[in-house]
């Protein structure tokens, strides 16, 4: 993909994308947050675990299929300002969720954060390849995809951790404030326009038409299924591994489930690493290993009965991960057309996001019939699923450094 805006000077270059990131951080925590503190809220709001986790799937679904709502407008206007009043409104939100007296109004509340979460990663993905030097549009893309997975991290770490010494209604202040902060420095990021191409095309209607069709376009639709059964496993193994953690042999409590989720963190570095390393050994190679990092990382998971096998599987899962999502982005920018490159990375977030979601549904009948060795059975299954499509669908050709 072209940069549509000059190269940044190399003493700043990465000034902008990694605001972008901390930015994009903090507003995909806010869609996860739940996840360590399912059994506190239902206290608090009176009401059962499940139907907290249920109120999870909800506020995961929606945030995944707002990225269909913008990814076409990612291509039409300013992404600052797309992100900025997407994190403004999550900041707005999350004060009112936190005041909820009852399960319902906090559900709701969630849901709408949520939806506003979206804006800022699909604004923030659409804007790096228009501002990344010649050559590092993968490095750009890489640290956007791994502040998404950080964050997805960060939400099922930061208000277990907060929990432990405060309260679950302070890790959501403690977030609003951190989204406000995040909306400001949005506005300061270089603000090029959207493509000609897309400026100048039809209604905003025909936009949202054209997206929905290169779900039909095999080379676009390999990379979707790819992340789709990626999210499936990985995210269902994650979602279940807070209730794996509150049994035995762990009996974990929620400061530790997200202190062992924030050791997820360090695997951060793998996603721009892995968007260099990309351009030199091909977007192909680097897919297909880091679905066999997420793959390792899930079987010893599924083995772990102590710390330092526990903490090794989250570490492997988590790198694997950050190292394929920029290569497989890679991947979908060579398919899709550029006046729709927005539209098509927000629309692999969509399938993604929607796919993890789903997971955390599916896989409930799964943990009641067969507990954690079926859970991590059928999430390793799904990598499995992805790993066999990269490397059967796409040509060698696509090894080939670009």
């Known amino acids: 993909m072209t940069a549509l805006a000059p190269p940044a000077a190399p003493a700043t270059a990465l000034r902008a994308p990694l605001t972008a990131a901390a930015a994009t951080c903090c507003a995909v925590s806010t869609v996860y947050l739940t996840q360590p503190v399912f059994p506190e809220i239902a206290a608090s709001l009176d009401t059962g ?169 095999p080379p676009v639709l390999r990379p979707l299924a790819i992340g789709s059964l990626l999210f499936f496993g990985y995210l269902g193994v994650i979602t279940f591994l807070t209730y794996r953690l509150r049994g035995e042999p762990f009996g974990y409590g929620a400061g530790a489930i997200g202190a062992v989720s924030l050791a997820g963190l360090i695997g951060v570095a793998g996603a721009p690493l892995a968007g260099r390393l990309s351009s030199r050994i091909g977007a192909r190679r680097m897919v297909l290993l880091g679905l066999a990092l997420v793959a390792a990382g899930i079987g010893a998971l599924g083995v772990a009965t102590g710390p330092v096998l526990l903490t090794a599987g989250v570490l492997l899962v988590f790198l694997g991960v950050f190292s394929c999502q920029p290569a497989v982005l890679v991947l979908l920018a060579r398919a899709a057309p550029p006046e729709r490159a927005g539209a098509a990375s927000s629309l692999y977030l969509l399938v993604c996001l929607l796919a993890g979601s789903l997971s955390s549904a599916a896989l409930g009948p799964v943990w009641s019939a067969g507990g954690w060795a079926a859970v991590t059975g059928t999430g390793a299954a799904a990598v499995a699923g992805a790993l066999a499509l990269a490397f059967l669908g796409f040509p060698r050709t696509e090894e080939t450094p670009r």
């Open 49 to 217: 675990a499940q139907s907290v986790r249920l109120a999870f799937t909800v506020t995961t679904l929606a945030y995944a299929l707002a990225f269909f709502l913008f990814g076409p407008l990612t291509d039409r206007v300013r992404t600052t300002v797309l992100g900025g009043s997407g994190a403004v409104a999550v900041a707005l939100l999350l004060p009112a969720a936190a005041a909820a007296p009852n399960l319902p109004l906090f559900a709701a509340l969630l849901t709408l954060a949520g939806i506003a979460a979206a804006a800022v990663p699909a604004a923030m993905i659409a804007l790096m390849p228009r501002i990344a030097p010649p050559g590092q549009t993968g490095l750009y893309f890489g640290l956007i995809i791994g502040a998404t997975v950080a964050g997805i991290t960060l939400g099922r770490s930061f208000t277990g951790l907060v929990a432990g010494w405060a309260g679950w209604r302070e890790g959501l202040l403690l977030l609003a404030l951190l989204n406000l902060a995040a909306a400001f420095a949005v506005t300061r990021l270089p603000a090029p326009p959207a493509p000609p191409a897309a400026a100048n095309s039809p209604g905003l209607a025909q936009a949202y038409r054209a997206a929905a069709r290169m779900t039909t376009h």
